[in-house]
Protein backbone atom coordinates (compact mmCIF):
# COMPACT_ATOMS: atom_id res chain seq x y z
CA UNK A 1 0.00 0.00 0.00
CA UNK A 2 1.36 3.62 -0.81
CA UNK A 3 2.03 5.70 2.42
CA UNK A 4 -0.70 8.41 1.27
CA UNK A 5 -3.31 5.38 0.98
CA UNK A 6 -3.43 5.03 4.07
CA UNK A 7 -5.77 8.14 4.19
CA UNK A 8 -8.30 6.13 2.44
CA UNK A 9 -8.84 3.93 6.21
CA UNK A 10 -9.19 7.40 8.02
CA UNK A 11 -12.52 6.76 10.19
CA UNK A 12 -14.19 10.36 9.91
CA UNK A 13 -17.28 10.41 12.24
CA UNK A 14 -20.51 11.51 10.61
CA UNK A 15 -22.43 12.23 14.33
CA UNK A 16 -19.70 14.13 15.80
CA UNK A 17 -20.08 18.11 16.36
CA UNK A 18 -17.13 19.02 14.53
CA UNK A 19 -17.48 19.31 10.86
CA UNK A 20 -16.20 16.17 8.81
CA UNK A 21 -13.49 18.24 6.43
CA UNK A 22 -11.99 19.66 10.15
CA UNK A 23 -11.63 15.88 11.32
CA UNK A 24 -10.02 14.88 7.96
CA UNK A 25 -7.81 18.16 8.32
CA UNK A 26 -6.76 17.32 11.87
CA UNK A 27 -5.74 13.70 10.96
CA UNK A 28 -3.94 14.57 7.63
CA UNK A 29 -2.17 17.26 9.24
CA UNK A 30 -1.40 14.57 12.55
CA UNK A 31 -0.09 12.24 10.01
CA UNK A 32 2.49 14.72 8.15
CA UNK A 33 3.40 16.29 11.70
CA UNK A 34 4.16 12.36 13.03
CA UNK A 35 6.44 12.47 9.37
CA UNK A 36 3.77 9.88 8.52
CA UNK A 37 3.57 11.63 5.27
CA UNK A 38 6.89 12.75 4.34
CA UNK A 39 7.70 16.33 2.36
CA UNK A 40 6.88 15.23 -1.19
CA UNK A 41 4.16 12.65 -0.89
CA UNK A 42 1.50 12.92 -3.05
CA UNK A 43 -1.47 13.07 -1.45
CA UNK A 44 -4.20 11.00 -3.46
CA UNK A 45 -6.89 13.18 -5.93
CA UNK A 46 -9.89 14.73 -4.00
CA UNK A 47 -12.46 12.59 -6.37
CA UNK A 48 -10.83 9.31 -5.04
CA UNK A 49 -10.82 10.38 -1.61
CA UNK A 50 -14.08 11.37 -1.72
CA UNK A 51 -15.32 7.76 -3.45
CA UNK A 52 -13.14 5.97 -0.56
CA UNK A 53 -13.78 7.93 2.48
CA UNK A 54 -18.13 8.56 1.25
CA UNK A 55 -18.06 11.63 2.02
CA UNK A 56 -18.42 14.76 -0.51
CA UNK A 57 -15.51 15.96 -2.56
CA UNK A 58 -16.20 18.72 -0.98
CA UNK A 59 -15.43 18.24 2.48
CA UNK A 60 -12.12 16.81 0.72
CA UNK A 61 -11.32 20.02 -1.24
CA UNK A 62 -11.69 21.84 2.10
CA UNK A 63 -9.46 20.20 4.09
CA UNK A 64 -6.92 19.99 2.00
CA UNK A 65 -7.41 24.00 1.04
CA UNK A 66 -7.46 24.53 4.51
CA UNK A 67 -3.87 22.42 5.24
CA UNK A 68 -2.36 24.28 1.92
CA UNK A 69 -3.47 27.98 3.47
CA UNK A 70 -1.45 26.95 6.64
CA UNK A 71 1.77 25.54 4.32
CA UNK A 72 1.33 22.10 5.04
CA UNK A 73 0.30 20.87 1.30
CA UNK A 74 1.00 22.51 -1.82
CA UNK A 75 0.47 22.12 -5.31
CA UNK A 76 -2.36 23.45 -7.84
CA UNK A 77 -5.60 21.94 -8.89
CA UNK A 78 -5.32 19.14 -11.98
CA UNK A 79 -1.42 18.41 -11.12
CA UNK A 80 -1.46 16.89 -7.67
CA UNK A 81 -1.18 17.96 -3.70
CA UNK A 82 1.90 17.09 -2.16
CA UNK A 83 3.24 17.29 1.48
CA UNK A 84 4.78 20.72 1.78
CA UNK A 85 8.92 20.26 1.75
CA UNK A 86 10.90 21.89 4.85
CA UNK A 87 7.95 21.37 7.34
CA UNK A 88 9.96 20.55 11.01
CA UNK A 89 8.87 17.91 13.04
CA UNK A 90 7.93 19.02 16.59
CA UNK A 91 6.17 16.93 19.10
CA UNK A 92 4.54 19.81 20.30
CA UNK A 93 3.25 20.44 17.07
CA UNK A 94 2.32 16.91 16.47
CA UNK A 95 0.30 16.68 19.84
CA UNK A 96 -1.45 19.86 19.35
CA UNK A 97 -2.96 17.93 16.41
CA UNK A 98 -3.81 14.58 17.53
CA UNK A 99 -7.43 13.85 18.19
CA UNK A 100 -9.09 14.29 21.55
CA UNK A 101 -9.48 10.33 22.35
CA UNK A 102 -13.19 9.55 22.85
CA UNK A 103 -13.05 7.33 26.32
CA UNK A 104 -11.56 10.25 28.82
CA UNK A 105 -8.27 9.55 30.16
CA UNK A 106 -7.94 9.26 34.21
CA UNK A 107 -7.28 12.67 36.00
CA UNK A 108 -3.58 11.66 36.43
CA UNK A 109 -3.72 10.66 33.12
CA UNK A 110 -5.40 14.23 31.85
CA UNK A 111 -2.50 15.82 33.82
CA UNK A 112 -0.14 14.15 31.72
CA UNK A 113 -1.54 15.58 28.61
CA UNK A 114 -2.08 19.08 30.00
CA UNK A 115 1.67 19.09 31.47
CA UNK A 116 1.87 20.84 28.11
CA UNK A 117 5.62 19.75 27.67
CA UNK A 118 6.56 21.47 24.72
CA UNK A 119 9.78 19.29 24.55
CA UNK A 120 12.30 19.72 21.67
CA UNK A 121 12.85 17.26 19.28
CA UNK A 122 16.08 17.36 16.72
CA UNK A 123 15.18 16.92 13.38
CA UNK A 124 17.49 15.69 10.59
CA UNK A 125 21.23 16.41 10.48
CA UNK A 126 22.95 19.12 12.60
CA UNK A 127 22.96 22.07 10.86
CA UNK A 128 23.86 26.04 12.43
CA UNK A 129 22.69 26.66 15.41
CA UNK A 130 21.23 23.34 16.81
CA UNK A 131 21.11 23.48 20.60
CA UNK A 132 20.43 20.78 23.37
CA UNK A 133 22.75 18.77 21.11
CA UNK A 134 26.87 17.89 21.19
CA UNK A 135 29.40 17.08 18.41
CA UNK A 136 28.52 14.08 17.15
CA UNK A 137 31.10 14.71 14.23
CA UNK A 138 33.55 14.14 17.43
CA UNK A 139 31.89 10.86 19.18
CA UNK A 140 34.48 8.29 19.26
CA UNK A 141 31.85 5.62 17.45
CA UNK A 142 34.61 2.88 16.81
CA UNK A 143 36.12 2.79 20.28
CA UNK A 144 32.58 2.84 21.69
CA UNK A 145 31.26 -0.18 19.01
CA UNK A 146 34.64 -1.95 20.08
CA UNK A 147 33.79 -1.82 23.53
CA UNK A 148 30.06 -2.58 23.17
CA UNK A 149 31.36 -6.01 20.82
CA UNK A 150 33.55 -6.57 23.29
CA UNK A 151 30.54 -7.17 26.19
CA UNK A 152 28.79 -9.18 23.20
CA UNK A 153 31.66 -11.43 23.14
CA UNK A 154 32.44 -12.06 26.41
CA UNK A 155 28.71 -12.02 28.04
CA UNK A 156 29.66 -13.07 31.08
CA UNK A 157 26.64 -11.44 32.75
CA UNK A 158 23.48 -12.97 33.89
CA UNK A 159 21.72 -10.91 31.73
CA UNK A 160 18.91 -11.53 34.25
CA UNK A 161 16.52 -8.60 36.22
CA UNK A 162 19.39 -6.51 37.75
CA UNK A 163 19.15 -4.16 40.34
CA UNK A 164 17.47 -1.35 39.27
CA UNK A 165 19.32 1.37 40.68
CA UNK A 166 22.02 0.34 37.73
CA UNK A 167 25.17 -1.56 36.96
CA UNK A 168 27.19 -1.45 40.13
CA UNK A 169 30.67 -0.69 38.55
CA UNK A 170 28.95 2.49 36.53
CA UNK A 171 27.43 3.81 39.89
CA UNK A 172 30.71 3.13 41.32
CA UNK A 173 32.74 5.26 38.69
CA UNK A 174 29.73 7.76 38.41
CA UNK A 175 30.53 8.64 42.33
CA UNK A 176 34.11 8.81 41.75
CA UNK A 177 34.06 10.95 38.90
CA UNK A 178 31.20 13.56 40.78
CA UNK A 179 33.10 14.13 43.74
CA UNK A 180 36.55 15.05 42.24
CA UNK A 181 34.93 16.85 38.88
CA UNK A 182 31.89 18.36 40.95
CA UNK A 183 32.81 18.26 44.52
CA UNK A 184 29.61 16.03 44.93
CA UNK A 185 29.36 14.34 48.69
CA UNK A 186 28.04 10.75 47.84
CA UNK A 187 29.10 7.27 47.42
CA UNK A 188 28.29 4.48 45.00
CA UNK A 189 25.17 3.57 47.06
CA UNK A 190 23.38 7.18 46.20
CA UNK A 191 23.63 7.07 42.50
CA UNK A 192 21.07 6.02 40.67
CA UNK A 193 21.06 5.41 36.56
CA UNK A 194 18.33 6.77 34.90
CA UNK A 195 16.92 7.75 31.25
CA UNK A 196 18.71 10.85 31.19
CA UNK A 197 17.83 13.65 33.44
CA UNK A 198 14.31 13.99 32.70
CA UNK A 199 13.56 10.30 34.35
CA UNK A 200 15.09 12.18 37.16
CA UNK A 201 13.21 15.03 37.31
CA UNK A 202 9.58 13.15 36.80
CA UNK A 203 10.65 10.83 39.95
CA UNK A 204 11.34 13.68 41.48
CA UNK A 205 8.23 15.08 40.72
CA UNK A 206 6.34 12.05 41.72
CA UNK A 207 7.93 11.12 45.10
CA UNK A 208 8.47 14.76 46.66
CA UNK A 209 5.12 16.62 45.97
CA UNK A 210 1.64 15.78 45.93
CA UNK A 211 -1.33 17.35 44.29
CA UNK A 212 -1.65 21.35 44.76
CA UNK A 213 2.45 21.36 46.44
CA UNK A 214 4.28 24.45 45.21
CA UNK A 215 7.42 24.01 43.07
CA UNK A 216 9.73 26.99 42.33
CA UNK A 217 10.89 27.17 39.15
CA UNK A 218 13.38 29.38 37.16
CA UNK A 219 11.77 32.03 34.72
CA UNK A 220 12.72 31.89 32.41
CA UNK A 221 13.75 28.17 32.65
CA UNK A 222 13.38 24.76 31.68
CA UNK A 223 10.23 23.08 30.00
CA UNK A 224 11.55 19.36 30.84
CA UNK A 225 10.96 19.97 34.48
CA UNK A 226 7.74 22.01 34.03
CA UNK A 227 6.02 19.38 32.59
CA UNK A 228 6.89 16.74 35.44
CA UNK A 229 6.23 19.26 37.80
CA UNK A 230 2.47 19.50 36.12
CA UNK A 231 2.09 16.07 35.67
CA UNK A 232 2.52 15.55 39.40
CA UNK A 233 -0.28 18.05 39.90
CA UNK A 234 1.91 19.88 41.54
CA UNK A 235 1.53 24.49 41.59
CA UNK A 236 4.30 25.76 39.47
CA UNK A 237 5.90 28.76 41.07
CA UNK A 238 7.69 30.88 38.55
CA UNK A 239 10.67 32.60 40.06
CA UNK A 240 12.49 35.58 38.18
CA UNK A 241 16.06 34.71 37.30
CA UNK A 242 18.80 37.86 37.28
CA UNK A 243 22.60 37.87 36.60
CA UNK A 244 23.27 35.87 39.86
CA UNK A 245 20.37 33.02 39.24
CA UNK A 246 17.56 32.42 40.75
CA UNK A 247 16.23 35.66 42.94
CA UNK A 248 16.04 32.98 46.04
CA UNK A 249 14.51 36.67 47.85
CA UNK A 250 11.40 36.73 45.80
CA UNK A 251 11.38 33.03 45.81
CA UNK A 252 10.58 33.35 49.34
CA UNK A 253 8.62 36.55 49.91
CA UNK A 254 5.96 34.95 46.92
CA UNK A 255 6.21 31.38 47.64
CA UNK A 256 7.51 30.71 51.34
CA UNK A 257 5.83 27.56 51.81
CA UNK A 258 6.66 25.64 48.51
CA UNK A 259 7.67 22.06 49.10
CA UNK A 260 10.47 21.92 46.37
CA UNK A 261 13.09 24.14 44.15
CA UNK A 262 14.27 23.13 40.77
CA UNK A 263 17.22 24.77 39.96
CA UNK A 264 20.16 25.17 37.14
CA UNK A 265 23.22 26.87 39.30
CA UNK A 266 26.44 25.73 37.46
CA UNK A 267 24.34 27.43 33.97
CA UNK A 268 21.44 28.47 33.94
CA UNK A 269 18.92 27.42 31.33
CA UNK A 270 18.37 29.82 28.96
CA UNK A 271 20.18 32.72 30.20
CA UNK A 272 23.39 30.76 30.76
CA UNK A 273 24.53 32.71 34.35
CA UNK A 274 25.97 31.30 37.35
CA UNK A 275 24.43 31.15 40.32
CA UNK A 276 26.30 32.99 42.64
CA UNK A 277 27.57 31.94 46.34
CA UNK A 278 25.15 34.39 47.96
CA UNK A 279 22.27 32.75 46.55
CA UNK A 280 23.29 29.29 46.56
CA UNK A 281 23.82 29.86 51.01
CA UNK A 282 20.09 31.21 50.85
CA UNK A 283 18.51 28.61 48.81
CA UNK A 284 20.26 26.02 50.81
CA UNK A 285 19.25 28.16 53.85
CA UNK A 286 15.36 28.29 52.91
CA UNK A 287 15.18 24.32 52.15
CA UNK A 288 16.55 24.01 55.63
CA UNK A 289 14.59 25.77 57.52
CA UNK A 290 11.09 24.59 55.79
CA UNK A 291 11.95 20.69 54.99
CA UNK A 292 12.12 21.70 51.22
CA UNK A 293 14.16 20.26 48.41
CA UNK A 294 16.11 21.06 45.90
CA UNK A 295 16.81 19.64 42.87
CA UNK A 296 20.13 20.83 41.43
CA UNK A 297 20.04 20.15 37.40
CA UNK A 298 23.93 20.10 36.41
CA UNK A 299 23.46 19.33 32.67
CA UNK A 300 26.26 20.92 30.69
CA UNK A 301 28.70 21.76 33.48
CA UNK A 302 31.86 20.21 31.75
CA UNK A 303 32.02 22.89 29.55
CA UNK A 304 33.51 25.85 30.93
CA UNK A 305 35.65 28.03 29.20
CA UNK A 306 36.57 30.99 31.58
CA UNK A 307 37.94 30.54 35.03
CA UNK A 308 37.89 27.47 37.16
CA UNK A 309 35.39 24.50 37.13
CA UNK A 310 32.52 25.13 39.49
CA UNK A 311 31.63 23.40 42.76
CA UNK A 312 28.22 22.10 42.56
CA UNK A 313 25.21 23.12 45.01
CA UNK A 314 25.25 19.85 46.23
CA UNK A 315 28.50 20.19 47.26
CA UNK A 316 27.81 23.08 49.97
CA UNK A 317 24.73 20.94 51.17
CA UNK A 318 24.80 19.80 55.27
CA UNK A 319 21.28 19.06 55.44
CA UNK A 320 20.73 16.15 52.93
CA UNK A 321 18.46 18.30 50.87
CA UNK A 322 20.01 18.23 47.05
CA UNK A 323 18.71 16.16 45.15
CA UNK A 324 21.47 16.29 41.80
CA UNK A 325 20.81 15.16 38.83
CA UNK A 326 23.18 14.84 35.75
CA UNK A 327 23.52 13.38 31.97
CA UNK A 328 25.36 12.03 29.45
CA UNK A 329 23.02 13.53 26.98
CA UNK A 330 25.63 16.54 26.70
CA UNK A 331 28.76 14.74 27.15
CA UNK A 332 27.87 12.02 24.79
CA UNK A 333 24.34 12.18 23.30
CA UNK A 334 20.90 12.12 23.97
CA UNK A 335 19.77 9.21 22.13
CA UNK A 336 22.06 7.52 24.33
CA UNK A 337 19.23 8.26 27.26
CA UNK A 338 21.60 7.52 29.80
CA UNK A 339 21.72 10.01 32.82
CA UNK A 340 21.81 9.98 36.86
CA UNK A 341 20.60 11.18 39.89
CA UNK A 342 22.21 11.15 43.39
CA UNK A 343 19.98 10.99 46.14
CA UNK A 344 20.29 12.30 49.73
CA UNK A 345 20.61 9.10 52.20
CA UNK A 346 17.02 8.79 53.29
CA UNK A 347 15.79 9.27 49.89
CA UNK A 348 17.73 6.84 48.14
CA UNK A 349 15.32 3.63 49.08
CA UNK A 350 12.42 5.99 47.42
CA UNK A 351 14.26 6.46 44.64
CA UNK A 352 14.98 3.30 43.51
CA UNK A 353 11.68 1.58 44.47
CA UNK A 354 10.14 4.17 42.28
CA UNK A 355 12.93 3.60 39.46
CA UNK A 356 12.13 -0.37 39.78
CA UNK A 357 8.40 0.49 39.51
CA UNK A 358 8.67 2.71 36.40
CA UNK A 359 10.98 0.59 33.91
CA UNK A 360 12.97 -2.44 36.32
CA UNK A 361 16.25 -0.09 35.72
CA UNK A 362 18.23 1.14 32.16
CA UNK A 363 19.69 -1.49 29.32
CA UNK A 364 22.36 -3.39 30.68
CA UNK A 365 24.90 -3.21 27.67
CA UNK A 366 25.18 0.87 27.32
CA UNK A 367 25.77 1.10 30.98
CA UNK A 368 28.24 -1.57 30.98
CA UNK A 369 29.89 0.17 27.78
CA UNK A 370 29.75 3.25 29.50
CA UNK A 371 31.37 1.97 32.50
CA UNK A 372 34.27 0.39 30.15
CA UNK A 373 34.69 4.13 28.53
CA UNK A 374 34.69 5.55 31.80
CA UNK A 375 37.52 2.91 33.39
CA UNK A 376 39.46 2.68 30.24
CA UNK A 377 40.44 6.45 30.21
CA UNK A 378 38.26 7.62 27.34
CA UNK A 379 35.67 9.45 28.99
CA UNK A 380 37.53 12.01 30.45
CA UNK A 381 39.61 12.29 27.08
CA UNK A 382 36.87 12.82 24.98
CA UNK A 383 35.99 15.54 27.66
CA UNK A 384 39.04 17.32 26.91
CA UNK A 385 38.86 16.65 23.29
CA UNK A 386 35.69 18.33 22.73
CA UNK A 387 36.46 21.06 25.82
CA UNK A 388 38.94 22.37 23.38
CA UNK A 389 36.75 22.07 20.30
CA UNK A 390 33.56 23.57 21.63
CA UNK A 391 36.08 26.37 22.95
CA UNK A 392 36.85 26.44 19.28
CA UNK A 393 33.93 26.88 17.92
CA UNK A 394 32.44 28.68 20.35
CA UNK A 395 34.67 31.81 19.84
CA UNK A 396 34.08 31.72 16.16
CA UNK A 397 30.37 32.08 16.87
CA UNK A 398 31.36 34.74 19.04
CA UNK A 399 33.25 36.68 16.84
CA UNK A 400 30.61 36.35 14.01
CA UNK A 401 28.03 37.60 16.78
CA UNK A 402 30.00 40.38 18.07
CA UNK A 403 30.73 41.84 14.25
CA UNK A 404 26.93 41.62 13.46
CA UNK A 405 26.20 43.64 17.03
CA UNK A 406 28.29 45.94 15.49
CA UNK A 407 26.29 46.35 12.11
CA UNK A 408 23.06 45.87 13.83
CA UNK A 409 23.10 48.81 15.72
CA UNK A 410 21.65 47.36 18.81
CA UNK A 411 19.36 44.92 17.33
CA UNK A 412 20.60 42.03 19.46
CA UNK A 413 22.66 41.87 22.77
CA UNK A 414 24.33 38.48 23.17
CA UNK A 415 23.68 36.92 26.66
CA UNK A 416 26.03 35.18 28.95
CA UNK A 417 28.34 32.17 27.40
CA UNK A 418 31.10 31.00 29.85
CA UNK A 419 30.03 27.62 29.75
CA UNK A 420 27.47 25.27 28.41
CA UNK A 421 26.94 24.63 24.46
CA UNK A 422 24.53 27.91 23.57
CA UNK A 423 24.31 31.15 23.72
CA UNK A 424 21.33 33.12 24.05
CA UNK A 425 20.83 35.98 21.82
CA UNK A 426 17.83 38.85 22.90
CA UNK A 427 16.11 40.84 20.41
CA UNK A 428 16.01 44.26 21.26
CA UNK A 429 13.19 45.12 19.08
CA UNK A 430 10.87 42.77 20.65
CA UNK A 431 10.10 40.36 17.14
CA UNK A 432 8.76 37.46 17.10
CA UNK A 433 10.80 34.74 17.92
CA UNK A 434 8.91 31.81 16.88
CA UNK A 435 7.56 33.29 13.59
CA UNK A 436 11.38 34.04 12.86
CA UNK A 437 12.90 30.70 14.04
CA UNK A 438 10.35 29.24 11.35
CA UNK A 439 11.76 30.99 8.69
CA UNK A 440 15.35 30.41 10.15
CA UNK A 441 14.31 27.14 9.43
CA UNK A 442 13.25 26.97 6.10
CA UNK A 443 16.00 28.64 5.16
CA UNK A 444 18.22 25.65 6.83
CA UNK A 445 19.21 26.97 10.16
CA UNK A 446 17.88 25.79 13.49
CA UNK A 447 17.46 28.30 16.22
CA UNK A 448 15.49 27.78 19.00
CA UNK A 449 13.07 30.84 20.28
CA UNK A 450 13.51 31.84 23.52
CA UNK A 451 10.52 33.19 24.61
CA UNK A 452 8.67 29.80 25.37
CA UNK A 453 11.38 29.45 28.22
CA UNK A 454 9.52 32.22 30.06
CA UNK A 455 6.21 31.13 32.59
CA UNK A 456 3.03 30.86 30.97
CA UNK A 457 -0.22 31.35 32.60
CA UNK A 458 -0.22 27.69 33.42
CA UNK A 459 0.89 28.40 36.90
CA UNK A 460 0.62 30.41 40.21
CA UNK A 461 0.86 33.95 39.00
CA UNK A 462 3.24 37.09 40.02
CA UNK A 463 4.95 39.93 38.57
CA UNK A 464 7.05 38.13 36.46
CA UNK A 465 9.69 39.04 33.84
CA UNK A 466 8.59 39.86 30.58
CA UNK A 467 8.81 37.16 27.95
CA UNK A 468 11.97 38.07 26.31
CA UNK A 469 11.92 37.67 22.95
CA UNK A 470 15.20 35.80 20.90
CA UNK A 471 16.83 33.02 20.06
CA UNK A 472 19.36 30.20 21.85
CA UNK A 473 22.09 29.51 19.29
CA UNK A 474 23.91 26.08 19.72
CA UNK A 475 27.73 26.28 18.81
CA UNK A 476 28.64 22.54 19.46
CA UNK A 477 26.77 21.00 17.01
CA UNK A 478 28.68 21.80 13.92
CA UNK A 479 32.06 23.06 13.13
CA UNK A 480 33.42 26.63 12.90
CA UNK A 481 33.44 27.22 8.68
CA UNK A 482 29.18 26.06 9.12
CA UNK A 483 28.55 28.30 12.09
CA UNK A 484 30.38 31.51 10.35
CA UNK A 485 27.98 30.51 7.33
CA UNK A 486 25.14 30.05 9.69
CA UNK A 487 25.65 33.51 10.95
CA UNK A 488 26.15 35.16 7.86
CA UNK A 489 22.61 34.02 6.70
CA UNK A 490 21.05 34.83 10.48
CA UNK A 491 22.08 38.33 10.17
CA UNK A 492 20.55 38.39 6.46
CA UNK A 493 17.39 37.11 8.07
CA UNK A 494 17.26 39.25 10.83
CA UNK A 495 17.59 42.75 8.29
CA UNK A 496 15.02 40.99 6.28
CA UNK A 497 12.13 39.76 8.56
CA UNK A 498 9.75 42.11 9.71
CA UNK A 499 10.80 43.82 13.12
CA UNK A 500 8.97 44.93 16.05
CA UNK A 501 6.02 43.24 17.60
CA UNK A 502 5.05 39.96 18.45
CA UNK A 503 7.43 37.64 20.95
C1 LIG B 1 18.35 22.09 31.74
C2 LIG B 1 18.50 20.74 31.11
N1 LIG B 1 18.54 19.67 31.91
C3 LIG B 1 18.70 18.43 31.39
C4 LIG B 1 18.83 18.24 30.03
C5 LIG B 1 19.09 16.85 29.50
O1 LIG B 1 18.02 16.05 29.62
P1 LIG B 1 18.18 14.49 29.35
O2 LIG B 1 19.25 13.98 30.26
O3 LIG B 1 16.85 13.93 29.72
O4 LIG B 1 18.55 14.31 27.93
C6 LIG B 1 18.73 19.31 29.17
C7 LIG B 1 18.77 19.09 27.72
O5 LIG B 1 18.74 19.95 26.90
C8 LIG B 1 18.58 20.59 29.72
O6 LIG B 1 18.52 21.67 28.92
Redesign the pocket.
Known sequence: MHIADSLTTISLDTTAKEPLFRQLYVAIRTAILSGQLGAGTQLPPTRDLAGQLGVSRQTILNAYDQLMAEGYLSGTVGKGTFVAQGLRRHSEQARIASPVPRRPLSTRGAAFVAANTRLNIHDGRARAFRS?MPGIDLFPFDVWGRLEARRWRRHDHHFGYDDPAGYAPLRECLAAYLRTSRGVQCDASQVIITS???QALFLAAMLLLSPGDRAWVEDPG?R?VTAPLHAAQAAVCPVPVDSDGMQVSIGIERFPDARLAYV?PSHQ?PLGVTMSLQRRLELLAWAASRQAWIVE?D?DSEYRYSGPPLASLQSLDRTGCVIYTG?L?KVLF?ALRL?YLVAPVELVEAFVQAKALMDRGCPIVPQMTLADFIVEGHFSRHIKRTRDAYAERRASLLDSLDAMTGRMKGLIDIGSADAGLHVAVGFCDGRNDQAFSDTAWQHGLDVRPLSPYFATGNGLSGQRPEPRSGLLLGFAAVPPRELRQGARLLEKLLLESPGLQGG
Request: glycine residues 28%.
Open positions: GGSQYGTLDYTSPG
